[in-house]
């Protein structure tokens, strides 16, 4: 199975749109990525960046095989109290304590070296979101992704200090990477296939 072919039909992508490819879809948004990996039998995954596990939990009741590896360092930054990190890391412990889910309190580099090279299915980037942390993370975790897997983020769109945008162009540019997709909401998730 052809994953694009099966992102084409899923969200409606028309043969002459251009990249990135925005769907047809109404409303489509990252809950149908859930879908998506579930659809192409993906049972092994990543996300960086958690906080609570809402995403998580999306992602994992989405698709009951999943084993989802679920990586923030749950550290004080910005204005982010370091209390305010462990309510937080308890709340996605809590929410996630009957998946198979496995919590790694670590920053996205620190994590590298617990996962070997083309050994998940996706990530799912949604850490910093300033144009350096998110240029690594796009980097290094794509190499985390077998071929024909789907590496993606969150927030596509510009807000202050934001470097999503830029990362994700520049990437896809340098790479020759033609084909890849946004939802369409008013956070959208980007995504192209390895």
Sequence with gaps: ????????????????DSSPFSPWL???NRNHLAELFFE?????GA????RRGNYSKTLLDCNPNLELLCIDPWAPYMRVTQSNQDIYMRDCKDKLATYKATLMKMTSM????HVPDESLDFVYIDGRHEFDYVMMDIICWSR????????AGHDYYNFYEAGVIPAVNAYTSAHGIHQWYTT???????????
């Design 40 to 44: 192409l039998g993906y049972a092994k």
């Design 26 to 28: 109404e409303g489509a």
């Design 110 to 113: 620190e994590a590298l070296s």
């Design 47 to 50: 996300e960086i960046g958690v």
């Design 184 to 194: 369409k909401e008013l956070e959208p998730s980007w995504f192209w296939v390895r």
């Design 1 to 16: 199975m052809n994953p694009n072919e099966v992102i084409w039909k899923k969200f409606h992508i028309h043969s002459k």
């Design 144 to 151: 985390k992704v077998r071929l024909g897997g789907i590496v």
